[in-house]
């Protein structure tokens, strides 16, 4: 039942041109060898998208986005919707561009995040909860801005996509690629950029159990929905999101599988990651070393993408004691 | 009252065949750009050492120093004395170039650092606080095993100084560069690649108050001797040595002052690498950042040397709560 026919994939090509575009605007981050994971079998690698300025892979797609859109559209400015890293992605790309950017976050945003887009330039429109697209297409109406999408759009999947371009120059023999999975945009262009450069590498998404709709989508074979109040039980706060159709089809074509790992697991990893590689992982980035943890990922060089590190203070400490 | 005449100093040309030397050894930190730090007149980049493998830049110094041994002579094995990060950067070297490793620690260093040598495969002597140097000097007599000293060599000097080759490849406009002391190997070999890529850079030395013998040494022109005790009440553990004549006379050569910070300002320091940069720092690599925040330091761009990221869990914990 794969959906691929009914949209255009993004390519490789797209993924070698979005690296052109943002290069000059992100970290080209290492890969970091974690001799201290200890299993010969597994050897481990870092991909830390954590050191991007914005503490989270995000600036890639907003920055390749915002791009490509062209001087004479891009001064119109940009909407985007989103309390998290996406937000802060956006609201930095703007900032760098010159262009005006208003971005929209529920009413309940902690006030760290408010202040951190609002620091990059923004603007910010609070709203009701569940009311985010409306109003950024209210305002996208008004202000003639274009939206730019967390992850349903080809230009921000071929951005995230950089990632795996870097991993395969880096690790050109690297067997197995983890990676965090929630609308899908970091992993479809993950393993897009994989699955062209080291064909023979798996490709494997991982998920919080309780936020596990995309390892349930890809066993059935179509989306499924899981209610946002199921969703919102895990710690990781940006694994919270669902695919939409276009990166389904892009997860159905290029991930090997899915695992999915529990709470207490993702903690134990944030306080690993802190403690043996000296990062600063949110709960959402730090999913991938637990599924490593558990043991069930194959043999072979091992590459973890570290998504993001915007963590509350209080949860970090919590977490470390 | 300089004392450059006697000794031959470290070149530019010493720390280009170091970095040719080194390159397939270490990660390739990147500059990372921290908005957060909010001065515009200063704005801050941080060079990120606590992401080498062993958590600190000392892996330089020591791939350099026993590649250039030649294959010959480096069969015959290693020694260090050092309860903190040169050992475990000579022992990682070591297991890497398939050669003997011992490591004289004081009885008193924490299990886990031994430990982490012995995890390396390097056999740990441990010996009575104070007779360090005399069970190394045994050990290369029985052995006959080169002693690769911490800090008191061109070559070790020549490796520290390829972190400055870096900034200066990544940042060529930098203008002020904050580098902590303590023996002084990083700093004089960052400091001689800086002033000769970047001749009218600031090379700023950063001391804990407490352990500020090269702050006095530098203003009255010659070596001063602080008591052990002394240095040791900073909680910057690895920055309580102090620069060999080797080093002393690199440091008076290229270093346009030296900043001290007090304890809390270092704690504060470490913090805010934790919550603002994601980058868990050990006291001692977050001391560059204590001297940029007390806002005493130059205008202009301004690159920040976190040394090492190797902390007690305990002690992370405590700082951030």
Redesign the interface.
Known sequence: MRQTEHVRLVTIHDIEEAAARVRAFI????L??A?WAGDDDRPLWIK?E??Q?I?AFKVRGAFNAIDRLGESVRTRGVVAYSSGNHAQAVA?AAAVFGIPAHIVMPRETPEVKVAAARGHGAEVVLCEAGQRERVAAELVEETGGLLIPPFDHPDIIAGQGTVGLEIAEDLPTVENVLVPVSGGGLASGIGTAIKALCPNARVIGVEPELASDTAQGLRVGHRVEWSIEDRNRTIADGLRSQPSELTFAHLQAVLDGVVTVAESEIRVAVREL??RA????EPSGAVALAAYRQGSTPAGRTVMVLSG??IE?AL??EI??
Not at 278 to 281: E, F, I, Q, T, W
């Open positions: 970290v080209r981050t290492p970091l060898r001799a830390p954590s050191l300025v503490g930095h802190a403690y000296h990062l600063v992982s590190g915007n203070p970090l400490q470390l004691a």
